[in-house]
């Protein structure tokens, strides 16, 4: 059992118009780590689904009326609440997803910024006046909620791709209906422990697991009482979703699949590069979707990069994330450590070398060696396809212009990293790549205050920043005759 200072955040029912509810129908969830059951989780139906808009609809009315200061003083509130409870939340995201308390503790102050970022914001929803085109008009723009929001989102943040999506959406004076992931509902119905506590009326958030996901999504993307959806997962359901909205032409936010170069000149502080390289390939054990994907590394510090990355990673300690001095928890499921096998099989069998790792841990489950390949080339899967796990491929490069030509040969565009020294090499390489986010001597790029979203086939959308809100409004313009 779950040791936590206050155990009602561990609820497994579902959050329906204000009420917890469950309906005789569960699923398990299941610690990564340990393989031991954590709860049986209520699993919504479509039905309940169709009710739960239903509600969401009649709700978001009223609370968009609210003032966006009365809105910001209970998204506040829920910001200080999570707080508060970091430790418990982090100890229910580690049991249900596997990631090192440290960093699901990180992971929910993270989240737990979007939800303070947007009550900021929630005050700062300004229109615009337009001088008249004729003489007797005035023009006025208002912005206005979108109405029901529908969320689906992955596991590998079980708790910052819901706060994400929900601060936003609720600061403007929407409604919320969150499908979380199957693998990870708990760290979803615990911030709507704690957003009940913090006053949220009832039917503005409702959370409902299901192990249907595709019913759900269905269900979300087809009820025309739902104004958009937003998703976080694969390119490949985020097409699914797409069309599944088309025939109510719903507005969508996508953060979808990433493919990240991370490139090494040979004019980069090397020291430096590794580290980046640590954070954005190993972070969540390579289970994120800005994770560098290829590492590409110019031929003249290609060795040198490899030894120091090696050494780097013979840092790490692999574990059951509650134990103390663990960076590196299990992967997700088997599914996870399968597709980190194909590629390796794949890209050996076509010439690359395994430096290091290669294989299932003697820890045996789902943990894997942290990997690093080298003569990686173009032609072998892990250039195409995100791994998501802790495999790093390491390409060799000669020029500025060939690895440009390499980074932007892909149809995802989410994440972009280099390093270099170079003020001018800086400016052409981040203006060239073709991906949303560009980290620059830093593999480190998640933060509330910035936008966060992908060109190409990476999705479509902002989220964080001043514009996450955007996302989330409609613009109507005024036009007043007879002045
Ligand atoms: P990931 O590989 O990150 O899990 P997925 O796109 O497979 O990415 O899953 C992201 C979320 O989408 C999960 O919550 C999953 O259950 C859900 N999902 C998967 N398939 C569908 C579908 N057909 N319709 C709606 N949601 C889906």
Known sequence: MLDLNDPSLLEPRAYINGEWISNGATFAVTNPATGTKIADVTDVSVAETAAAIDHAHKAQKDWAAWTGKERGAVLRRWYDLIVENADDLAAILTAEM???LPEAKGEILYGASFIEW??????RIYGDVIPGHQRDKRIVVIKQPVGVVGSITPWNFPNAMIARKVAPALAVGCSFVARPAE??????????VLGERAGIPAGVLNIIPSSRSAEIGQELCANPKVAKIT????????????QQCSDTIKKMSLELGGNAPFIVFDDADLDAAVDGAMISKFRNNGQTCVCANRIYVQSGVYDAFAEKLQAAIGKLALGDGTEDGVTTGPLINDAAVRKVEDHIADATSKGATVALGG?????GGTFFEPTVLTDVTTDMAVAREETF???APLFRFETEADVIAMANDTEFGLAGYFYST???RIWRVAEALETGIVGINTGLISTEVAPFGGVKQ?????EGSKYGVEDFLELKYMCFGEV
């Open 98 to 100: 596997g990631k090192p």
């Open 118 to 123: 947007f009550a900021e914001e929630a005050k």
């Open 183 to 192: 693998l990870t509902p708990l760290s979803a119905t615990a911030m709507a």
């Open 231 to 242: 998703f976080t997962g694969s390119t490949r359901v985020g097409k699914i979703l797409m």
């Open 359 to 363: 294989q299932r841990s003697e820890l």
């Open 389 to 391: 796990g802790p495999l």
């Open 422 to 424: 170079k003020m001018n």
């Open 458 to 462: 990476s999705g479509l959308g902002r």
